[in-house]
């Protein structure tokens, strides 16, 4: 069970404010389409979000166990996600461009139209991804 709810945060949101997640409990929350910006989810627990469509850019979500989170269409650009469990997530037309996933756990996500141009994928875990023609890597980088 969470221990924030949507409406907490989109009060916080609607309000201005920037509240600290850490290491909070979020399993299976909605909160597509948020403007989560620069947000802090350090050590939280994603596991099973939907963050279709929500806007993370900037975000911290450093070591964060995030297995079969839905990010498809989010805008993760410039997000901190290094040594994060992103294992089995929906990434599919997520914006990753400039994002740091250095030793992040991506086995089996799903890639598919993704942009990860200036990402850093060093010690990434690329194991089964799934990706298309229209997923957009570093120059020179193939999975």
Known sequence: M?????????????AGLKIGLNGENLQGLDLSGLNLSEFDFSYANLESVNFRGAN???AILWSVQAAKANFSQANLSGANLGTANL???NLGGA????????GTNLQQADLSSADLRLANLQNTILTDIIYNAQTQWNDGFRP
Do not use: D, F, M
């Open 2 to 14: 969470s221990s924030v709810t949507r409406q907490q945060l989109e009060s916080a949101i609607n």
């Open 56 to 58: 993370l850019s900037k």
């Open 87 to 89: 294992s089995q997530c």
């Open 95 to 102: 914006i990753l461009r400039q994002a740091s996933l250095l």
